[in-house]
């Protein structure tokens, strides 16, 4: 595996928003997004077990877990939205969601970002940008320059939603003039490998409107942004205010069991189903669905969506402060508990600062990483059990460690 940091932290246990290396020294964590409702949720925790001891096996038949799990789910989302498919990553719910489009569109061009990632499968490391699949990118999928704040498509934060769409657009004209035709565009609709720029509401819908008169599906990538996390919404896509045909979720699901899914219309998932037939022997077993419906009730009993809005946005103004201190900070930005500082030093990207950065607030006990482009956006994404104490002791923790290497 890779690891973090320039020495790998090695975790022994964890609680909440805290994390304890094996010699007992406590971590904040400020980056996981995966334990959504806080590392070993006694809920969670009790679901799991509880579960593993009455019955698990696969999904050959019926068991009421993962029906009022698939009701309590779909309840969250546009009435259309009615359906969904568990599975157990974001990658398989990318795969499945890729293949729903080309079921659906009888068509298999697909258009993603230039600067993304959606999983490990062949099919969807087609989409990666860090590293070029053996043999090239494959001709049916194109790759659209990625929205950005202090970049942006076509050199201006004001246009770029009509940047974005002509990038759209081109893409669209290749897949036609090649025979492949559009299946799907699939973004993260929080852009959160990209480095999550700050875009208004509507900012997708002329990208959209480009690829649905193609007749082609809109994938909603939530893997990173869903579940509340953004404060302001459940989804990204509502935030961004579009309606996408699938969706796919993942990572907090579980709160760190795996188990991940999509959601479509009906009418998406009966076509795919009779063009692919699919079966997950893992998928939407007993324990997945009892961990993944403890995080939900978990998620509203703890008003975390709420939690995410308040403390993120407290958690933005200190950000904010620290960026009138420290000239490297050259953006702030964020959502909910989904925030970035961006640094630039002489008129560059300050990827090895935010590096040093990184390291630097490890070894004083705040956990956190870097994203973007040139990886010198500090990304925070902690549990959504953050509180404002956290929220101030990463700003001290960071304030001091910026003096130490900036
Ligand atoms: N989609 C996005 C946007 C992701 O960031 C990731 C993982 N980083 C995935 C999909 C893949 O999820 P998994 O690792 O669970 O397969």
Known sequence: MTTFYRQPVHVARGEGVWLWDRDGRRYLDCYNNVPHVGHCHPRVVEAIASQAATLNTHTRYVHDLILDYGEALTAKFAAELESMVMVCSGSEANDVALRMAQAMTGKTGIIGTDNTYHGNTAAVSQLNASKVPVGGYLPHVRRVAAPDNLMPVGGDRATQAKAFAEGVARAVAELEASGHGVSALIVCPYFANEGFPTLERGFLDPAIEI?????????????????????????????????????????????GHPVAAVVTRHEILTRFQEAFKYFNTFGGNPVSAAAAMAVLQVIEDEALVENARDTGAYALGLLEELAARHDVIADVRGAGLFLGAELWRDGKPATALCAALVDEMRDRGVLLHSVGRHSNTVKLRPPCVFGRDNADMLAEVMDAALGAVA
């Open 211 to 255: 690829v649905r008169r193609a007749g082609g599906l809109v994938i909603a990538d939530e893997v990173q942004p869903g579940f509340g996390r953004i404060g302001s919404h459940w989804w990204g896509h509502q935030r961004l205010g579009f309606a996408p045909d699938i969706v796919t979720l993942g990572k907090p699901m579980g709160n």
